[in-house]
């Protein structure tokens, strides 16, 4: 099983710019969630989600946005890129519930200049 | 809010030196979990705690989760060069159905 995958790996946006995130998981988790992690820093919850067609916000929503069209897919769009926005981005998902054990992707590295 | 402390946020060891992370919270957890991250890397699950005095071991690892279920800690015993990495506890706070988790412990080790 690939677990949770994110593409891409690295991306380096201009300010202003848009683009997507991908995050997909073949574990069947009803469970995904977002983070980003600010270099040297713990993570910080952007949105989650507990199943298709649910999500809600976690700590730090504000210039993203999200979508679950599916059980596997669980994308986060950012709109109008800012520098404050230069970081790691995680994808996770769990099964039962939010307080089971996350499986991370490998991450996001995007840059915005 | 609902917060998980770690502490020491920075921990330096010789190799072979003992180390060790603890974790507290404000408010009665439910379970306790331990992620590993690797410099690069993404945070892999070790282990999780859920009964008060509960002591869990993985090899060099020593987990415990603590009587009033509001601390939790991990040790590694005589460190070596494959522990380098950031260990993040998470928590639940009793009732939440939510992970929150702490701010993590860098380890850096010289050989």
């Known amino acids: 099983n690939a677990g949770v995958t994110q593409t891409p790996k690295f991306r380096i946006l201009k300010i202003g710019q848009s683009m997507t995130l991908q995050c997909t998981q073949d574990?069947?988790?009803?469970?995904m969630y977002w983070y980003r992690q600010d270099p040297g820093m713990g993570l910080k919850l952007i949105y989650y989600?507990?199943?298709?067609?649910?999500?809600d916000k976690g700590e730090v929503p504000n210039g993203y946005n999200v979508s679950r069209s599916t059980t596997e897919d669980f994308p986060l769009r950012l709109e109008l890129a800012a520098p404050s926005q230069t970081s790691v981005y995680f994808c996770?998902?769990?099964?039962?519930?939010?307080?089971?054990?996350?499986?991370f992707g490998d991450g996001t590295r995007l840059s915005i200049l | 809010g609902q917060q998980v402390m770690q502490i020491p946020q920075y921990q330096h060891v010789q190799e072979g030196e003992d180390f060790t992370t603890y974790c507290n919270s404000s408010?009665?957890?439910?379970?306790i979990q331990w992620y590993k991250q690797r410099p690069g890397g993404h945070p892999v699950f070790l282990i999780q705690?859920?009964?008060?005095?509960e002591v869990k071991k993985q090899k060099r690892l020593t987990f415990q989760f603590g009587e009033a279920k509001k601390n939790s800690s991990l040790h590694i015993t005589a460190t070596q060069t494959t522990d380098v990495g950031t260990y993040f506890c998470?928590?639940?706070?009793?009732?939440?159905?939510?992970?929150?988790f702490g701010q993590g412990t860098r380890l850096t080790i010289n050989p």
């Open positions: 989600s507990v199943g298709a067609g649910i999500t």
């Open positions: 408010t009665t957890l439910s379970n």
């Open positions: 705690l859920v009964k008060s005095g």
């Open positions: 998470a928590g639940d706070p009793q009732g939440a159905q939510k992970l929150v």
């Open positions: 574990m069947n988790h009803n469970y």
């Open positions: 996770a998902s769990s099964f039962l519930d939010r307080a089971q054990p996350q499986h």
